[in-house]
């Protein structure tokens, strides 16, 4: 039976709140809510719309950017592809393709990563946005409920 280091588990306690409810790769940035995931990938500032392409399918992202593939890599899970869209922007004088992804219909909780394979998040340690109770599906109002009353 394997066991737990103290000390990896004190680690993991300490650990912070993942920023935006999401996390950082070498690729990309990600923030989270319940229904949605937004992906950063910071591009040339000189790059132009028409140099990036972007594909998004029920469980598939495929990114390419000039002429190479940044992104080939299935979704962690199902998205909803027709509320899906990507754009490129600028802000503060950077530049990044920002991937607008709706999760899978009446999915409403937090994934641990955007791309299997990637590093994951505690999603544990989330603090998640203000919402009614009533706005949760059944679930993760569950899930809320006995963490309010168990502490």
Same mark, same amino acid.
């Given at each position: 039976?394997?066991? $737990? ?28 809510? %319940?229904?949605?995931?937004? $992906? ?11 140099? $990036?392409?972007?594909?998004?399918? %029920? ?6 950017? !000039? ?39 009446? !999915? ?27 706005? %949760? ?6 899930? $809320?409920?006995?963490? %309010?009353?168990?502490?």
């Amino acid at each position: 039976m394997a066991t $737990v280091d103290s000390s990896e588990k004190k680690e993991e306690d300490n650990s912070p709140a993942p920023v935006g409810n999401g996390g950082t790769t070498e690729r990309y940035t990600w923030t989270q809510t %319940l229904d949605e995931l937004h $992906v950063y990938i910071p591009v040339s500032p000189t790059l132009k719309s028409k140099e $990036v392409s972007v594909k998004l399918s %029920l469980q598939h992202l495929f990114v390419k950017i !000039q002429d190479k593939v940044f992104i080939d890599q299935d979704f962690l899970e199902k998205i909803n592809v027709d509320d899906s869209l990507w754009t490129l922007e600028t802000s503060h004088d950077e530049k990044f393709i920002h991937i607008s992804v709706q999760k899978w219909s009446g !999915q409403m909780h937090w994934w641990e990563s955007v791309l299997v394979g990637d590093p994951k998040i505690n999603t544990q340690k989330i603090n998640p946005e203000n919402s009614k109770l009533s706005d %949760l599906e059944g679930e993760t109002r569950t899930t $809320v409920l006995f963490r %309010l009353f168990t502490g």
